[in-house]
């Protein structure tokens, strides 16, 4: 072989090898303990984008590193985004289940230079904490506020909110009053529980003596749903008229199907069901099922995967060989895309979503139940901001 194709060829192999490098995305988020299922939706979510989209784009094989905080467990969090920038060399960090595994995280993107893509923590603080941080879940104020709008104009006048003690349920609690208030509804008591294992039974009859017209709720997805409905049924407060309003974390399609009938007629405010009706979802429920054989069915921490990866994907089309943590960041301000939750985009003031928050009905069909959306708020951004 001459010298010339000879260059030429080691060239050509340099450079196929440079661009198959993979990009690399630590995911961080509980994958077992009492939140497994957060990191498993999350990941899940990405697996489904993957299948819908393929794993490559402009020619580098997206690479997700899991790691399991075990959490909620900030300090866990912190150490493992640690490790992936100091010794994996990751280009993205992703994930995040709990806000104050967000906040131990941030500081390290800020440090490193790694855009942060948040696929579920909800407390309205977590983007301002790195301007490394982009959030494609939800903020607690942004929707809690719209279950204030539509209970004040469906006639609820007296509510008791409920709420787990810590940065999302303070939110929650403070944009909901705020709202309710100022549309002439009243909040006639709040009590704020533990995040770990609250014992909802003292709380639930305290409700009850209270008499109001509905408790409104929020408590981070998961086991504790279960838990408090059942506690609202053993007290009876569904027979005594009191009615459930919620942020849609409390019938989490995760575990609605284990609620039982007393979750029947419930109605909350959220930005996913899985039942949301668009070509979109159902393409996205699809392919969720297809490669999650043991999660069934995608809940709103699924969707904050699959668009956090769609968002991934586009800076990586844009940059290439190239990633930047600034210019990532430019890219992800101002992202729009069509998620299977409906429209979405990234605010470049802020670098939180804005999205659109649905009021839904608790619903059986078959034997299984749904968030069946009925009415809805758009273009919603977080009021607390
Ligand atoms: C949070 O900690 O930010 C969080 C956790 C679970 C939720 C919502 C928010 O369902």
């Not at 899940?44 to 784009?57: N, P, S």
């Not at 409920?162 to 303070?170: E, F, K, N, R, W």
């Not at 709720?217 to 049924?233: D, N």
Request: net charge positive; hydrophobic share 45%.
């Amino acid at each position: 072989m001459n010298r010339k194709i000879l260059a030429l060829v080691s060239l050509t192999v340099a450079s196929a090898a440079f661009a198959q490098e993979p990009v690399k995305v630590g995911l961080v988020a509980p994958f077992s303990g009492i939140a497994a299922d957060y990191g498993k939706q999350m990941e899940g979510g990405i697996k489904a984008w993957f299948k819908l989209h393929g794993d490559t784009v402009n020619g580098r094989k997206i690479e997700i590193l899991v790691r399991d905080t075990t959490g909620p467990n900030p300090e866990i969090a912190k150490r493992l985004a640690q490790e992936l920038v100091t010794r994996d060399k990751v280009d993205f960090l992703a994930g995040f289940g709990f806000t104050p595994e967000a906040l131990a995280a941030a500081p390290i993107a800020t440090e490193a230079k790694k855009p942060m893509v948040v696929m579920n923590a909800a407390s309205s603080v977590v983007t301002t904490r790195s301007p490394y941080i982009a959030r494609f879940s939800m903020a607690l104020p942004q929707v809690s506020a719209p279950m204030a709008t539509w209970a004040a104009k469906n006639g609820i006048k007296k509510v008791y909110t409920l709420v787990a003690d810590y940065a999302p349920g303070i939110d929650s609690e403070s944009a909901f009053k705020k709202e309710f208030e100022s549309k002439g509804g009243q909040v006639v008591d709040s009590v704020r529980v533990p995040l770990r294992n609250p014992d909802f039974a003292p709380f639930v009859q305290r409700i009850k003596d209270a008499k109001p017209e509905a408790v409104f709720m929020f408590v981070p997805a998961g086991e504790q749903s279960i838990a408090f409905m059942k506690a609202f049924e053993e007290r009876g407060l569904a027979k005594e008229g009191i009615k459930v309003i919620a942020t849609g974390d409390l019938t989490d399609d995760d575990v609605l199907n284990s609620m039982g009938d007393p979750v029947l007629g419930v109605i909350t405010s959220h930005h996913y069901s899985a039942a949301h009706d668009s070509p979109e979802n159902k393409a996205f429920v699809k392919a969720f099922a297809e490669v999650n054989k043991e999660l069934k069915r995608p809940n709103f921490m699924a969707v904050g995967g699959y668009d956090g990866m769609a968002a991934i994907a586009e800076v990586v089309k844009k940059l290439g060989n190239n990633i930047d943590g600034d210019k990532a960041m430019e890219i992800l301000k101002g992202y729009k895309a069509m998620s299977p939750r409906g429209p979405i985009s990234i605010d470049p003031a802020t670098r939180d979503i804005v999205q659109t928050v649905y009021i839904r009905r608790v619903e059986k069909r078959g034997n299984e139940y749904w968030n069946i959306e009925f009415d809805k708020f758009t273009d919603v951004k977080d009021p607390a901001k």
